[in-house]
């Protein structure tokens, strides 16, 4: 069942594992849209280190056996699966304690190379459980390539002992 809004680029839904009761969020989409959707699937491996602290826990894409026709947006044929990241902050009050969670979950992705250029609160859930800002939506992001860390060179050291 849709679980929200229709973006852009794709709509939520509540995806629920009947047999065990586990409830996760698909970002269905349609075929038309999905090479742009999949892309996100690529940012979320970028991303891993940072799952369940900065952004939900991705757990992959699916093709779907049926098709879900929605009314204004099209057949959805294609999911990214997520864990359950939290609820939108797009109707709380963004208080400097809220701000401050969002910087740091953004630094967090961007510590690992991922701008994400489309930060808004309709891309932002909080997640009560964990106490954090998990950011989502990432169908513009730019990649900047991480500094690579150099060691020192042996004839350098050499030079500040003289």
Request: aromatic share 6%.
């Amino acid at each position: 069942m849709p679980l929200g809004y229709c973006g852009a680029y794709g709509v939520p839904f509540k995806l629920i594992c009947a047999k065990y009761g586990y409830v996760v969020v698909g970002k269905g989409t349609t075929s038309g849209l999905w090479k742009e959707v999949s892309r996100e699937a690529q940012v979320y491996q970028i991303l891993q280190k940072a799952q369940a602290s900065a952004v939900p826990v991705f757990l992959g894409t699916i093709d779907l056996a049926k098709k879900k026709n929605l009314h204004g947006v099209g057949e959805i044929r294609h999911m990214l699966v997520m864990g359950w990241g939290g609820d939108s902050i797009a109707t709380m009050e963004l208080t400097p304690g809220l701000l401050r969670d969002i910087h740091k979950s953004n630094k967090d992705i961007e510590a690992l190379g991922i701008v994400h250029e489309d930060l808004r609160p309709e891309n932002v859930l909080w997640n009560e459980e964990l106490g954090r800002a998990l950011i989502i939506d990432f169908h513009r992001p730019t990649l900047r390539c991480r500094p690579v860390l150099k060691r020192p060179r042996e004839d350098a050291k050499r030079l500040r002992v003289l």
